[in-house]
């Protein structure tokens, strides 16, 4: 029977490695992550998880570690935040390029400067364009999932690309709160032995992997890394659904719709903001207002026809984003526009808040929603990118 | 091993790219010889990447690895790990890295791997430059020599630092072998290849003289001469480093070192001063790496 | 518009007679452009470089496929590379060559210049290198610059790399390789069998490139697939291998670069594959009987 106990984000981080039984785990500690690797290394020590354990020197060489391991044929781990993630900038192009199915856990933590280190989500948005796909949490139960989950997504034979599992920093890394633990043979079942047929190092069966590769062949490469991420929305659907049929929770895909029927306008979330918003959504429909809320849990692949779909379905909506591009607004909000450009003319606001871990209130979700309704209303964008709760800055 | 006992066999396979009379590309060659089928290569960003390694052609029969420049050992050591787990131990799992991303850009996953003592061979074919983006100074560039980064000009002519001692660093790390050889002294050479291939379960490391006659400004013929020379004059001392016990393999023969840079356009504008430079560096050099056996006798 | 594909080997300077023909040109009121194509070979490997000129600006960045010009630094690029490829028909050849132009196949028929560029270059340097003094004959055969911008040209661009003096002395080699080429039409017998490159498509490609030894229509690719590169058109000196005098040391075998001496069953003793011998000469400096001597 699947146990319930009382546990951190990162604690579910690293037990959905055990429960994978990762093969090879390379970690560095940063902070808000180094809970992870620290019970990794328990699990290792204690003999509950059967693995090499590398404490390397660095993130580049903990990814790097990933990479070769993962190339030689066994399925590998780690997971990091903020800095650490910059420093593997490069070597995670390689993890995607020669589609290694790496999982990995990335507690969001601002970058530097000035450091700090807590929650935004500038240092996985920054990676959005390497390959990987990346998929953010609301709670430490959806955290323990999906690390389950992203391995299975990841060695699809149709899809075979890394994957960052997105959990905010101190808000899920460093909070309690109920987990049930599904039995290990039931995750046996749900995920067996990674078996390479696409890349692996073995003398008797030799291959070459990671070549220097002249203009006649990289584009045809990058095209085999799109289909991928396009093949990886359907996998995530089927993997979904076969998580829940097996363990009973059902997180809905890509994305989940929260009290969308017949909903006037939406809120696209990403991470924990999602939970707070539920409640600001019941009392919003308490009050007689007709919204809804679009958790994205996988923002690449980007969920392009489920965005459309959503809408075809509202009169306005509204995207909040934990990360700034600069000059142009958050990521999440560009690509919703770029998504709809030609398919939609609703009105579409973009929204800033909680940066370098200020915390994201109710009255500035509340907000976010008012805005949004009134921009249902007069069918027009006033303005397009609010700053919430920015000193000095009209909202 | 001796060199007719060597396989007739290459791993390392003829229609590599690499310059003519290239001295990284013999030392591979011989060293591929020695560890066999049942090795797994790893390659970083250097000339034999591109030399050996451009798509879709490859020259080697063994599986290939490439990731990025400067993580050749941790990358070697994943491998290594991975394999682990597979129950393959038994297989080399050997990294071929040039000085520049040894010595400068590599030295942390190096010094990092050495600490852990990973199961590794990690072989840095010494030709003392950046070569493969065109002749640019590293750390185990020696005194006085002309790069393109330490061009001779009318203020400052070649590099004013001496050579980066990366043996004496892997020794600071107590690890289980640590080796220097050059190509000039084939039974050494055999010796060394051949202990780091059956001193399994460690880490092992290898630093290589690989003479590059474009960089050196040299004549394409005289790899094997050069690579006798270096270790006649004390600028390169053949050692071995082995449990915590250092022998040095051959008492340097103190010829000049003008003998050795008169053959290298590379040294051509060396002062008179200059020279005594690089002579007493000669001289510290064979007196300190002495100490240093004495003291790990 | 023209354009001008220079055909040479790694080291040979290519790249800077490509960029001193532009320089030239542009001294004489032009927009010209120079640019290499570096494939992954080094020292002695064919590579390509590309000059176009014109009165205007010029905009397009591809490289040059259809020259109204090729010069070739390297008579002996033309056995096994089709430097006449795509080359207009009403264009020209200028080749270091100390035949006549009638005497050259090329493969088509153009009109064409030769002049013995080593000779001019042994003369006047006293080193067989030849890209200034085919600037020289390229100035005399087109008439589209004059020697003295080609001689300003050579001593802008090859000044700053290899000091003045010396680039004087390449201004005087092209200035001597001026006056000595030949002009007529080159024979078109020969036929160059059609370069042969695997080009999957994206679905055929392996996924991320990890490839095992596979036979393609092209030839071999993946684990030990080099040996399909012939590797001996590199070579301007070559092994004579004495097997009388040799003592079956096996020096020249451990110490080839290239993998070219093999050893044989005796009474034989070893064999050089000529189809790798990159001519480096290493085997001729540690053979302790004298048995081998590198020859042109």
């Known amino acids: ?395 | ?297 | 518009m023209y354009e001008v594909r220079f055909h040479g080997r790694g080291g040979q300077g290519a790249v800077m007679a490509a960029q001193a023909l532009a320089d030239a040109a542009f001294v004489e009121g032009n927009y010209a452009v120079a640019f290499p194509w570096f494939g992954a070979e080094r020292r002695g490997a064919p590579v390509l470089a590309f000059t176009r000129v014109d009165e205007n600006k010029i905009n397009i960045k591809t490289r040059v496929y259809n020259p109204d010009y090729i010069v070739v630094l390297d008579e002996k690029l033309m056995d096994f590379v089709n430097v006449a490829e795509g080359l207009s028909p009403d264009g020209m050849a200028i080749l270091n060559s100390p035949l006549d132009p009638e005497e050259v196949d090329l493969g088509m028929s153009v009109k064409t210049a030769t002049v013995d560029a080593t000779t001019v270059a042994l003369e006047v340097l006293g080193a067989p290198i030849t890209n200034s003094a085919i600037l020289g004959a390229f100035a005399s055969a087109t008439g589209l610059v004059s020697i003295d911008s080609v001689k300003q040209g050579i001593l802008d661009i090859f000044g700053p790399r290899i000091g003045d003096k010396l680039a004087e002395k390449n201004a005087r080699a092209a200035a001597a390789a001026h006056d000595r080429i030949k002009i007529g039409k080159c024979k078109a017998e020969r036929t160059y069998p059609e370069a042969k490159k695997w080009l999957p498509t994206y679905q055929e490609m392996p996924l991320s490139l990890a490839t095992k030894p596979t036979k393609t229509d092209s030839g071999l690719v993946g684990p030990g697939s080099s040996v399909e590169n012939k590797t001996g058109s590199w070579r301007t000196f070559t092994p004579k291998y004495d097997e009388e005098a040799c003592t079956n040391c096996l020096m020249c075998w451990f110490y080839c670069p290239d993998a070219a001496i093999k050893r044989l069953e005796p009474p034989k003793k070893v064999g050089f594959d000529m189809d790798y011998c990159k001519g480096c000469g290493i085997c001729e400096e540690v053979c302790p009987a004298d048995a081998i001597e590198m020859v042109r």
């Open chain 1, 1 to 395: 029977m699947a146990e319930r106990r009382i546990v951190t984000g990162n604690y579910a981080a690293a037990y959905g490695a055990l429960l994978s039984r990762v093969e090879v785990i390379a970690a560095y500690p940063i902070t808000p992550q180094t809970f992870i690797v620290e019970h990794v290394s328990e699990f290792v020590n204690d003999g509950k998880l059967d693995a090499e354990y590398m404490p390397v020197e660095s993130e580049h060489s903990a990814m790097s570690a990933c990479v070769a391991a993962t190339a030689t044929g066994v399925r590998s781990y780690t997971a990091t935040s903020s800095q650490g993630l910059a420093l593997m900038h490069e070597v995670l192009y390689v993890a995607a390029g020669l589609h290694l199915p790496i999982v990995m856990p990335v507690v969001n933590r601002t970058i530097a400067a000035p450091i700090g280190i807590w929650c935004e989500h500038n240092d996985t948005m920054a990676e959005r364009d390497s390959g990987w796909l990346q998929c953010f949490c609301e709670n430490n139960q959806e955290v323990l999932d999906m690390v389950v989950q992203a391995y299975k997504v990841a060695e699809n034979t149709k899809v075979l690309l890394p994957v960052m599992v997105n959990l905010d920093a101190f808000i899920l890394s460093h909070t309690v709160e109920p987990v049930e633990f599904p039995d290990q043979k039931d995750v046996d079942e749900f995920l067996p032995r990674y078996d390479p047929k696409h890349a692996y190092l073995r003398p008797k069966d030799p291959m070459v992997v990671g070549s220097f590769a002249s203009p006649e062949y990289i584009q045809e490469f990058r095209y085999q890394t799109e289909e991928s991420t396009q093949n990886a929305k359907e996998v995530i659907r089927q993997v979904n659904d076969e998580f829940a049929e097996k363990f009973g929770r059902d997180y809905g895909g890509a994305v989940e719709e929260y009290r969308m029927d017949d909903a006037e306008v939406a809120l696209i979330t990403l991470g924990t903001v999602s939970a707070t918003t539920r409640d600001v959504v019941d009392e919003l429909r308490d009050e007689g207002k007709s919204v809804g809320l679009v958790k994205m849990r996988w923002f690449r692949p980007y969920p392009t026809e489920i965005i459309r779909d959503i809408a075809s379905r509202v009169k306005a909506l509204g995207v909040y984003d934990r990360a700034m591009s600069f000059g142009t607004g958050g990521p999440s909000y560009m690509d919703t526009k770029s998504a709809l450009y030609g398919h939609s003319t609703i009105p579409v606001l973009g929204f800033l808040a909680g940066l370098g871990g200020r915390d994201v209130m109710v009255k500035d979700i509340r907000l976010m929603f008012e805005r949004t309704l009134e921009a249902a209303k007069k069918d027009r964008v006033e303005k397009e990118v609010t700053w919430i709760g920015t000193r000095g800055v009209q909202p």
């Open chain 2, 1 to 297: 091993m001796k060199m007719k006992d060597l396989p007739e066999e290459d791993w390392f396979v003829n229609g590599h790219t690499a310059c003519p009379g290239c001295g990284g590309a013999t030392v591979v060659k011989i060293a591929m010889k020695v560890f066999g089928p049942d090795t797994i290569t790893y390659f970083p960003a250097n000339c034999l990447l591109v030399f050996g390694g451009t798509y879709p052609l490859n020259s080697f029969k063994v599986p290939y690895l490439h990731v990025l420049f400067e993580n050749s050992a941790i990358c070697a050591a994943g491998i290594s790990r991975a394999l682990k787990r597979l129950g393959k131990t038994d297989t080399s799992v050997v990294a071929f890295a040039g000085d520049g991303g040894t010595a400068d850009i590599g030295i942390q996953a190096l010094s990092g791997a050495a600490e852990r003592n990973e199961d590794i061979i990690y072989v840095c074919y010494d030709n003392e430059a950046y070569m493969n983006t065109g002749i640019q100074r590293s750390g185990a560039t020696p005194f006085g020599a002309w790069t393109t980064t330490t061009p001779v000009g009318s203020v400052e002519a070649g590099k004013g630092e001496y050579k980066k001692d990366i043996p004496r660093i892997m020794m600071a790390h107590d690890a289980p072998y640590v080796a220097t050889a050059t190509l000039g002294f084939i039974p050494d050479l055999l010796k060394k290849l051949e202990k780091a291939k059956n001193k399994k379960g460690c880490f092992r490391y290898l630093q290589i003289y690989a003479p590059c006659p474009p960089g050196w400004r040299m004549d394409a013929s005289l790899g094997a001469k050069i690579s006798k020379m270096v270790v006649d004059t004390g600028l390169w001392t053949l050692y071995e480093f082995e449990d915590g016990k250092m022998t040095i393999n051959k008492k340097p023969k103190m010829t000049p070192v003008e003998e050795y840079t008169k053959l290298q356009g590379r040294f051509r504008h060396l002062t008179k001063e200059n020279l005594a430079a690089l002579q007493k560096y000669a001289e510290d050099k064979w007196r300190k790496d002495q100490a240093l056996a004495e003291a790990y006798s």
